[in-house]
């Protein structure tokens, strides 16, 4: 059992405070993902909870026990970096087999075994005789991803490991990952600011900005229930749309609504409300309908894997689409929008409001 709970941390470096007190735990044999925009404060929270930065104020627990004050050898914690560490004149199995010469508990027997599963696993049997030197960046990491998990510590953080890998390395490298963790069931916690790479592995995401979660939740949850504009922004290629909307006499309207809505009960009045709608869910047509709004095609269209991605002007509000069939119009031509009322998200001061 090592659920890990970060019990109100702070982290401040001088006057900037790059962890602002985050309370969250994450689940015992879970991997879950820290999500967030370069310099929202990820690795600096891996590092409090490797023991590698000593936070301003709070605790950590590993299943129960406060780990805050030992260091880092006495957490037993594996860790993958950007640029792991290896052994370049050691073999790919003697990598991943050296913590565990360190660790009198393990059998050399045990040790062979946990080396095999690990290449078998990672899809790497045939690189075990070679050399570090030898290996390609996706490869390199694959061994420290075996090394860190061949120790079977029940906790292991990875911090961007696939940073420096190219695109096709990467997904084996995360299929390799997935099934990993899928295996050996131990609580990961990884940091990306690649939300599809968060989105294939997490069990859980924590959404981080500016030193805060944001919202923590399961992938589908958190593309298709965020509860702040940022959620709906970060998350989605291209993000959530913005349209300005205004509630009166319980009813919000917006350039973007063919009708007004009815406003929820204890929606503020006045304008400062915002409509969030995913760009694949904006419909858009050649002809006007019963709930469509008029709007201009104001960027050329470009298709990606069958699906096409513009943007049209309704007044000076811009909305991205990304649609299933070609746009029905050229750039500077009229078009038709329609959001269906269920797809609809409304927003006051950043934050989701029921509807
Ligand atoms: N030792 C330090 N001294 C001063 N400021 C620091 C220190 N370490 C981190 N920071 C600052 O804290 C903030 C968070 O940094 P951190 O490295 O945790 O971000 P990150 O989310 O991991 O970003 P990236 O995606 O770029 O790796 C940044 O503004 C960074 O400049
Ligand atoms: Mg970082």
Redesign the pocket.
């Known amino acids: 059992m090592t659920e890990i709970v970060i019990d109100h941390i702070v982290k401040r470096?001088?006057a900037?405070t790059?962890?602002d007190d985050i309370a969250m735990r994450f689940a015992d044999g879970e991997v879950a993902c820290l999500l967030?925009?370069?310099?929202?404060?990820?690795?600096?929270?891996?590092?409090i909870i490797a023991g590698l930065e000593a936070p301003t104020s709070g605790r950590i627990l590993f299943g129960g026990r406060d780990v805050t004050d030992l260091p880092p050898r006495k957490r037993n914690v594996g860790m993958v970096f950007q640029y792991p560490v290896m052994y370049p004149t050691l073999s790919v199995a003697e990598n991943i087999a050296l913590p565990l010469r360190y660790d009198r508990a393990v059998s050399s027997v045990e040790r062979d075994r946990r080396v095999d599963e690990v290449l078998d696993v990672l899809d790497i049997r045939g690189l075990a005789g070679a050399f570090i030197e030898e290996l390609d960046a996706g490869n390199r990491q694959k061994v420290a991803v075996g090394r860190a998990v061949a120790r079977q510590s029940e906790i292991v953080l990875f911090?961007?490991p696939t940073t420096n890998v190219e695109v096709k390395a990467k997904l084996a490298l995360i299929r390799a990952f997935k099934a990993v963790t899928q295996r050996l069931r131990q609580t990961i916690v990884y940091?990306t600011?690649d939300q599809t790479e968060a989105m294939t592995l997490a069990d859980r995401i924590a959404l981080?900005k500016s030193?805060k979660i944001m919202q923590y939740d399961r992938p589908q949850q958190l593309y298709n229930q965020p509860t702040t504009e940022f959620g709906g922004w970060f998350l989605g290629n291209p993000g959530m749309n913005f349209v300005p909307a205004s509630a009166e006499q319980g009813r919000i309207t917006s350039v973007i609504l063919a009708e007004p809505l009815a406003a929820p009960a204890g929606l503020p009045q006045g304008a400062g409300l915002t409509i969030g709608i995913r760009p694949e869910l904006v419909r858009m047509t050649g002809a006007a309908g019963p709930q469509t709004v008029e709007a201009l095609l104001v960027d050329q269209a470009i298709g990606i894997a069958g699906r096409y991605l513009t943007k049209a002007r309704i007044g000076d509000v811009l909305v991205k689409v990304n649609t299933e069939g070609i746009p029905p119009a050229g750039v500077g031509q009229k078009v038709h929008l329609s959001v269906p009322r269920e797809d609809l998200m409304i927003f006051a001061d950043g934050s989701r409001v029921g509807i």
Do not use: W
């Open positions: 470096f001088g900037f790059a962890v967030g925009p370069s310099g929202c404060g990820k690795t600096t929270l891996m590092r911090d961007e940091v600011h981080m030193g």
